[in-house]
């Protein structure tokens, strides 16, 4: 008898409810509460050699900042602390004053600029489709005297925008100025 018993309380034990409902997956919670960029651009060490290149951008804040660009590669990331935020850069370039011209056949600029722009989570996530406009990704080499490559750059300006996020995690992207 003591044996029986004890089968069948391991049975009762070892036994699931097949009725039991399966535990729900977590959604992700999809509620907008800030925003971030992720920015990152590459230029040819003889780009970095030959030009003073900066970035001006908005920072954390909405704070207009700029960071002279000293490396061929270059990475900012951003993140507003809520909504709305306003994140942007525009590339500023120009030839070194004291560049020996003599030295060069030609001015080289050669970049390649990568970014995206999202709405976030209260757990760091990307809850919006990453906003990239058309020259999200973007590679041109220009090849000109000192005079000509300046205003033909800048006059075409690749990269020069403002994407601006309201309390409801809406994107809305303008010109820099």
Do not use: R
Not at 80 to 88: E, H, K
């Amino acid at each position: 008898m003591a044996l029986v018993a004890c089968v069948a309380a391991l049975a009762m034990t070892g036994c699931k409810d097949k009725n039991e409902p399966a535990e729900e997956p977590k959604t992700q919670d999809t509620k907008p509460v800030a925003a971030a960029i992720q920015f990152q651009a590459k230029f040819d060490p003889l780009t970095i050699e030959m030009c003073d290149i900066s970035f001006d951008y908005y920072d954390e804040n909405g704070n207009k900042k700029n960071e002279v660009v000293t490396t061929a590669e270059w990475k900012k990331e951003v993140k507003s602390a809520s909504l709305p935020a306003t994140f942007g850069f525009h590339w500023n370039l120009a030839v070194k004053a004291n560049l020996d011209e003599s030295k060069y056949d030609k001015i080289l600029v050669d970049f390649h600029f990568k970014y995206a722009s999202f709405a976030i989570n209260a757990e760091g996530a990307a809850v919006s489709t990453k906003e990239q406009p058309e020259f999200g990704n973007h590679t041109e080499m220009a090849i000109a005297k000192k005079d000509a490559l300046v205003s033909s750059i800048m006059e075409h300006n690749p990269l020069s925008f403002v994407h601006k996020y309201d309390a409801a995690g809406k994107v809305t992207s303008e010109d820099w100025n």
